[in-house]
């Protein structure tokens, strides 16, 4: 399908600050309102799960993510060190689910606790973190 730059970057021009998980804004003067439920039926997925990704720890996410239960907790992994499911999981979340300018080898702690969250089994709000990552994008371009 075809993407047009210049209305995305018109999308994001206009975009409201938001301490709700509701990106308003608008383009060519018609209004546009992308929530957690519009994502999830477009995408035909469920709006449940968790939203955040504070209960799982970074040493806790670390192990999973290298499959190994003692981890040096200040290590810093690169997408190298991962095992190759873990690395293909990495780039599902840096590329697609919550893409992310720069280096995509070295993953920051939220894209660790994606992972491990993924490998154990825990239910994401997949559209939460969607808009959520949307309203949080630096100079929203």
Do not use: W
């Not at 999830?40 to 939203?51: F, H, R, S, Y």
């Amino acid at each position: 399908h075809t993407i047009y730059p210049r209305l995305v970057k018109m999308f994001y021009a206009n975009l409201e600050p938001s301490t709700t998980c509701v990106a308003n804004s608008f383009v060519l003067g018609t209004p546009i309102c992308i929530t957690p439920d519009l994502v999830a039926e477009t995408l035909g997925i469920p709006n449940e799960g968790i939203t955040n990704f504070h209960d799982i720890g970074k040493t806790e996410a670390l192990g999973i993510c290298l499959q190994q239960p003692n981890v040096n907790p200040i290590m810093n992994v690169t997408s190298s060190h991962l095992p190759i499911a873990s690395r293909i999981i990495l780039l599902l979340v840096t590329n697609t689910f919550l893409p992310k300018e720069g280096s995509h080898t070295l993953p920051s702690e939220r894209d660790l606790k994606f992972v491990a969250c993924v490998k154990n089994g825990t239910q994401i709000n997949l559209p939460y973190l969607i808009v959520n990552h949307l309203l949080s994008r630096p100079n929203h371009t």
